[in-house]
């Protein structure tokens, strides 16, 4: 006897959606492109170094995994490159990238760092307060939050930035050295690099700050074609980033004991800076108009060839945060 056409359908409907289908996800696994690579650079990303710490990043269907960096624009590189999905990156690399032409999307703040920049001068060099810059050779690194931040250092203080010789240079990690040789007088830099001139040159060093500077943010970012790819799994890494930030601020000092046990940390740095830390993910006006600030400082200082700079409300996608946490976005449309 035949089998019906009925049975024969049946059959193929099993054999196609069962005995070759997708095995069921068991307990434990992941969805295949479900999880996220990230990119974070261990002295400016603690937050999602905490939640990781904390296990808020590990289970399926949507785990976290890392990549270290670092420097800010080698976690763009990397984004830009494939090599991760998204990235903590602060203000700098960000403003270069698009002043470049390169397209990416902000989906949150996740900290503001204050005080977190400092000048480190040479003494035996005639440096004993910010007068004594005029006509001394001071090293920043060109594409940085950094350069910005000590063109406004000089500007708070009356010294015109054509009193000073500027070094640009490509990495923040060559500065201690270059001045150890002489090669330079200072550097503007956050730590630990100011802390490694002191070692390198004891009791021949100064550091200068101006803690009321505008701060710097560091903020996931991804591309529009990964993010609408792992839509599901960014909006995972937002509630347990958020999750994490909470957590910091009700038990601050658990939250520090935890960093300190991340063997990547760089625990001297951590507990300077703890205090002056903002954990919160959130998207603001304000970050639109540090963008708009620093955009326009690179083009007058001729740091770029752009002559204006992007529609920066283009670079930010609210929509993920709006789902997760409505309140957290407070942009003005």
């Known amino acids: 006897m035949k089998p019906s056409p009925w049975l024969l359908a049946v059959l193929w409907v099993g054999l196609i959606g069962g005995w070759f289908g997708p095995p069921a996800l068991q307990a434990g696994e992941s969805l295949p492109g479900a999880d996220l690579r990230l990119g974070v650079n261990p002295t400016l990303g603690h937050l999602p170094i905490l939640a990781k710490r904390k296990g808020l990043l590990d289970h399926p269907p949507h785990p976290v995994h890392f990549e270290y960096y670092r420097f800010g624009q080698q976690v763009m590189n990397a984004l830009l490159q494939d090599n991760v999905d998204a990235g903590i990156v ?41 007068a004594d810059l005029v006509g001394k050779r001071i090293a920043v690194p060109k594409e940085s939050t950094m350069s910005f931040f000590f063109h406004n250092f000089l500007t708070e203080n009356g010294i015109s930035a054509s009193k000073v010789e500027i070094v640009y240079v490509d990495r923040i990690d060559q500065m201690p050295e270059m001045l150890r040789q002489g090669e330079i007088d200072a550097f503007c830099a956050r730590d630990p690099y100011a802390s490694e001139a002191e070692k390198l040159l004891p009791g021949k060093i100064s550091i200068l700050s101006a803690p009321d500077l505008p701060a710097n943010t560091i903020n996931l970012v991804s591309t529009a074609k990964v993010i609408g790819e792992k839509r599901e799994a960014f909006k995972s890494l937002l509630r347990s980033l958020m999750t994490a930030s909470d957590q910091t601020r009700s038990a601050p000092q658990e939250s520090l004991a935890l960093l300190e046990s991340v063997k990547e940390v760089d625990k001297k740095f951590l507990r300077q800076q703890w205090r002056k830390i903002h954990h919160e993910v959130f998207l603001g006006q304000e970050l639109l108009l540090r963008m708009e600030s620093i955009a326009r400082w690179a083009i007058r200082n001729r740091l770029v060839p752009a002559r204006s700079h992007p529609n920066y409300r283009e670079y930010l996608d609210p929509s993920l945060l709006e789902e997760v946490r409505p309140e957290a976005v407070t942009l003005i449309h």
């Open 90 to 130: 602060g203000l700098g690399p960000l403003v270069f990238a698009s002043l470049a032409g390169v397209r990416f999307q902000i989906l949150a703040t996740t900290a503001t760092y204050y005080d977190l920049y400092r000048l480190a001068v040479r003494q035996d060099r005639g440096i004993s307060s910010i």
